[in-house]
């Protein structure tokens, strides 16, 4: 495994180094683990590093923060802390622990254990393997549980047959790593999963671990593959009794993805869209405002995250209408689009394909979005306009004129605002 740290960038391999120096120190054993050591081996890139120790590790992580003057997060609950290190590095520290689960679908009692039960209370073969970072014994690969071998032939399996019953978001996760590395779930664990779906143990979790592991599947590379896999081996349920993945939803979420290629290519300098969540408003496209508002309350999403998808599900046919007509003014085309968020109009072009709301879309984020005026209230003010509500008239009335050619300049734009004052006095 030395040849494969060897690769990592040097301030990595320092922090690396770092932690197994005060390991040594402290005469405890520390192992990276996890996904870590599975991307390491795979040689992907994955800057959080995943420590293991065996003994105290909140202890032990204080004094690796202390070290590099770093900020600490401590998590006395379970026994874990995190480290942030600068560019954006990462290490999370965990106490070796062994855990039972009292009923299936709970949270897990834990105490602490040896690194083989730490490593055999993880969710598959491939993210069960550590690597000894000690001094004397750095770079040693651990693989209690065959690992590597699984690695190699691109299996994705499970550690013992309850696994999925434990704990059912192993479900999606097991979906989300066959597809991001192109493996496949080997028979025996593909059996355990339908079996457990079958059983309605994905309905079973908490809705909010479930979210965040949806949400994790809805960011993937390739999501779209994820979500059709997901729906064939263990149904949708979970989101709502009935959803199910049609050539329609596919077809849908095949253009959200174009559409945010379109929009990343033609626009890289503007607000970053939540991709995850246009994919999903895109997969649940087919229920009601009502049967939306639900999945929002149950899956405590967030109020901007709730807002987004309420908002498109609430666009009228009138709307759409509206937006469809040949020959907007572009003021018309800004007050349709302008009050919507990214994430809501981009699906209203991937849905919509009538070439007249095509156009004004995108002649909206070329041309419009974002115009403003140079015209203020002070300069209504100076022309003996007294402040109060008819200001935002006033100025809605020059964008409206910008917008449509009429007042390009600051000039005319006070020339505007001149004369309307003048007919208002009248």
Known sequence: MKKYLEKLPQEMRGLIKLVGDVAAQKNMRVYLVGGFVRDLLLGAT????DVVVEGDGISFAEDVAAELGSKLIRHHAFGTATIVSGHHLKIDVATARKEAYASPAQLPVVQPGSLKDDLFRRDFTINAMAVDINPNDFGRLIDFYGGISDLKNKKVRVLHDLSFFDDP???????????????HIEPRTLKRLKGAAKRGMLEAVEPQRMR????????????????????RIGGLAFIKKGLKFTNKTRALLNAVKKEIAWFGKN???RR???KWLMYFMALIDALSVKDTENICARFAFCKGETKRMACFKRLRPA????????????????????????????????????????LHISGFFRIYNGTRIQVTGCDLQKMGCLPGPHYQEILKKILRAKLDGRAVSRQEELSLACEIIHRQRL
Do not use: C, W
Request: aromatic share 12%.
């Open 46 to 49: 994955n800057l959080d590093l």
């Open 169 to 183: 978001t192993r479900i999606l996760r097991a979906v989300r790593f066959e597809q991001r590395y192109g493996f």
């Open 212 to 231: 965040d592991e949806l949400i994790l599947m809805l960011k993937e590379k390739e999501p779209i593959k994820a979500l059709e896999r997901l729906h």
């Open 267 to 269: 626009f890289p300098h």
């Open 272 to 274: 970053r869209l939540d």
């Open 319 to 358: 709307f759409f209408r509206a937006l469809s007509t040949a020959g907007l003014k572009p003021s018309r085309i800004f007050s349709l689009l302008e009050p919507l968020p990214y994430e809501v109009i981009l699906l209203a072009k991937a849905k919509f394909k009538f070439p007249a709301l095509q």
